[in-house]
């Protein structure tokens, strides 16, 4: 068991018990205690496997929010808000209203004590109910501020924050071949909702928006199914939409060096605040299945560098050996100049790494017989500059991928560092004092 103030993935026993939030309803209170009362786990190694293990708890408080280096979860509902008052104070009192729903929820709670039928049939009910009878489910809600809450597009202070917006901070610029929607880009606040069960993720997600009304409007919001990425080396690589596996070379969260270099902010970087936080960049990107599909294998290997069966980088036998970026091969270099993974790659980039965390989508069809599917890219790093633009920079302009890809959502958010007892999400930023959380409407 781990200590209820860590989130480090940490090993637990292999069966735990299904929790049902029936069972939980008004038992307990604090996550752990309730991971404890219910013998459940708190945050585990390995992902899960089976619906036996969905009943499993991440823990919820930490030096670091969970949801980043906590084992990838194959679902996940994202949301971005507009904050809709210029009250500072209304947004805090929401900020704590979420932390406390968030500790709920993420036990297997539901969002408020007296929930979906417990306030009496003159109410509406404090909980929407779709997750009664579901376990915690590994839920993780992991929340980001957009640079639009520090200073609005006009150059307003609303929230007086504008002298704490850290310098890593400003608008992605656009890159070669960007075709963004506004309708699917920017936002306030973001919250990274991710479960081994859809629906406790939507539900997450819902519940959260529905306290915020009044203060907060959904900007756009994005589901994802089927991880792509592992962040821990106990995870089996999973496979994207183009049928290869990814997050081979992904940072894992074993790899606690290259995570502080690259993941976590360090106090001194800039804005102490933000010390043990990170920088969330999302971008949906649409793939062109149709195109793609009628691509002979040979070129889909060669477009991304690796065997589609085994995921081995070309020239090599498994998944997991090392790229040779040096070798020539028949025709060229084994891993041709414009692969996508000799673009990615550390070797080419100085030595730059980023925490992938993206998920599978589709979205129906296009209205001109296409799917309209892609991958969600989520990456988490210290400095969004330094690491995700030189890289997509290098991706853009070169990627033999590019023509299959189109990138047409796109936002930053500074992710502040985890939640401590008494403290709520954005705490150190808006240096507020712990306090009981404002009894707001429901
Ligand atoms: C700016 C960063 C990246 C974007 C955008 C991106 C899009 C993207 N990637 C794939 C599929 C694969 N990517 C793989 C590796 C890989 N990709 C990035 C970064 C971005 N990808 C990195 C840093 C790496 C690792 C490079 C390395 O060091 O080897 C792979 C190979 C397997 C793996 O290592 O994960 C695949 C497959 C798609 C389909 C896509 C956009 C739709
Ligand atoms: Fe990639």
Redesign the pocket.
């Known amino acids: 068991m781990s200590s209820p103030d860590s989130n480090e993935p940490i090993q637990t026993s292999p069966q735990p018990a299904k929790i049902s939030r029936r069972r939980l309803f008004g038992a307990v209170g604090a996550g752990a205690v309730i991971a404890a009362g219910a013998g459940a786990a708190v945050g585990r190694l390995t992902a899960p496997e089976s619906a036996s293990e969905y009943g499993d708890v991440v823990a919820f408080h930490g030096e670091h929010q969970a949801g980043i280096v906590t084992p990838a979860q194959d679902r996940m509902h994202f949301v971005a808000f507009d904050v809709t008052t210029d009250s500072r104070d209304a947004l805090v009192a929401l900020l704590r209203k979420w932390t406390e729903m968030a500790e709920r929820m993420t036990v297997g709670e539901e969002a408020h004590p007296d929930g979906a039928i417990g306030a009496g049939e003159y109410k509406p009910p404090s909980d929407t109910g779709e997750a009664l009878d579901l376990d915690a489910c590994q839920l993780t809600l992991t929340i980001g501020f957009g640079p639009s809450l520090f200073t609005t597009p006009d150059g307003r202070d609303r929230f007086g924050i504008a002298d704490k917006r850290p310098t890593a901070l400003v608008e992605l610029p656009k890159f070669t071949g960007d075709a963004l929607e506004p309708a699917r880009s920017g936002g306030d606040i973001c919250i990274q909702a991710c479960a081994n069960d859809p629906q406790v993720a939507v539900h997450a997600i819902r519940n959260l928006a529905r306290v915020g009304f009044g203060t907060v409007a959904v900007k756009w919001s994005q589901l994802g199914f089927g991880r792509t990425s592992s962040t821990s080396t106990s995870q089996t690589t999973p496979r994207?939409l183009?049928g290869?596996?990814?997050?081979?070379?992904?940072i894992k969260a074993e790899e606690t060096s290259t995570v502080s270099d690259f993941v976590w902010v360090d106090p001194k970087d800039d804005q102490p605040w933000m010390g043990g936080g990170s920088y969330l960049v999302a971008?949906r990107?649409r793939?062109l299945i149709e195109p793609w599909d009628r691509t002979v294998l040979h070129e889909q290997e060669r477009v991304?560098g690796?065997s589609k069966g085994t995921?081995a980088p070309l020239g090599q036998k498994a998944e997991f050996d090392e790229?040779d970026l040096d070798s020539k091969g028949p025709r060229g270099p084994l891993i041709d100049k414009d692969a996508?993974?000799r673009l990615?790659?550390?070797e080419e980039l100085g030595g730059i790494q980023?925490l992938?965390r993206g998920y599978n989508f589709t979205d129906g069809s296009d209205g001109f017989g296409h799917l309209d599917a892609?991958?969600f890219?989520i990456?988490y790093c210290r400095d969004p500059q330094k690491q995700?633009v030189p890289?997509?920079q290098s991706?853009a302009h070169n990627d033999a991928?590019n023509e299959y890809?189109k990138h047409v959502g796109s936002a930053l958010f500074a992710v502040p560092p985890g939640v401590r007892a008494g403290e709520f999400w954005g705490s150190s930023l808006f240096g507020a004092p712990p306090g009981p959380v404002a009894e707001a409407e429901k």
């Open positions: 994207n183009f290869f596996k990814d997050g081979t070379r992904n971008r990107i793939m991304i690796r995921g790229l996508h993974v990615a790659s550390k980023i992938r892609g991958l890219f990456a995700f890289m997509q991706l991928m890809i």
